[in-house]
């Protein structure tokens, strides 16, 4: 008897919370998953309809596209220069368990997914209110969050358990919280990769990432090449060596450039977080060398892994990592997520 109560209040109490899941935020979200396809896509055993003149409604089980997996519900949004979005409507937390599964490894310890979703959260829903009148309110790649589809049941409970919380700017607000794999030993200032107009949530010393000698990198490129593409006369690189650890701007002859512009114009994955040197050999040769993996703003998720298995929680990594942020629990419905029919007229 006990034992047929205890079954019967475990599945309720499994229904409850798969229920609460999905309710905290009943608005769907659009999540541009495919961009710029230059025809239509090709699909078979779908429910396709046209809804608007240039948006289609594309519903159906286990689709996919171009080797990628849809969620249930789509759009197809065809844009002026004719090519195509692909836009996936999603709940919020479903969303919130995808980004955690596309950030972040399930192998690694609750505490730190939990860390990863409430990040995930405050950059989602600051995001979110920038782009309210847009058809979609976020990328499912790097350009905003990585999301995967398919979220894992680790990455699920890490959304429920952390159920609303964010980080909060000590003026108010959602904080648009910025995070990266890897900092290389100290994070740097949101408004120092992207400019003034981003909040200041503060900086940190990481000691757990500055001893990871497995994430030093190097890049190189002949002479020639490197100054084309900064577009500067070999002749002004007098210096042999441009010492820059930690620093978002560098010198380089007549050229002031900063770090995040150095990375788009290289690559970056080549150039693969800040830069710690930029040396000129004799055989007309450019090595650019650093430590890290990513921009360096923010939370650093290699380094809230370290810092949960030495016994951190989840709200300690934050506070770390965010000094000048607040951390709230704020029960947000996306009441003003508009309708595709309500930005795409």
Known sequence: MHHVFHLVFLLCATFLSLQS????????IRIRVLADLSTFPELQQVQLKKISPRIWSLN???LMIDGKPLATSNLIHQKSNGKFDVISLVEFNEYLA??????????WPLEALKAQAVVA????????AERQNQIYHLDGDHLDQVYRPQSSKKARAAVLATDGVVLKKQTGGILKAYYHA??????????????????NSGTAKDPWCASRLSHRWSHEMDLGEFSRKLQIKEQ???????????????KI??????????REMFGFFNLRSSINKIELSADSSVKISGQGFGHGAGLCQWGTRDQVKAGRTYVQVLKHYYPRAKIERNQTYLSFVKSVEAVSN
């Open 21 to 28: 899941f999905a309710a905290e935020t009943p608005a769907l």
């Open 60 to 62: 159906g089980d286990s």
């Open 98 to 107: 995808g980004v955690v599964t596309g950030e972040m490894p399930s192998s």
């Open 121 to 128: 959260r405050s950059y989602a829903l600051s995001r979110i």
């Open 182 to 199: 890897d900092c290389g030993g100290h994070t740097v200032d949101a408004s120092s990769v992207w400019g003034s107009g981003e909040y």
């Open 236 to 250: 002004e690189l007098a210096t042999r060596s441009y010492f820059a650890p930690q620093a978002q701007v560098i």
């Open 253 to 262: 002859g007549s050229l002031v450039v900063s770090v995040q512009r150095l």
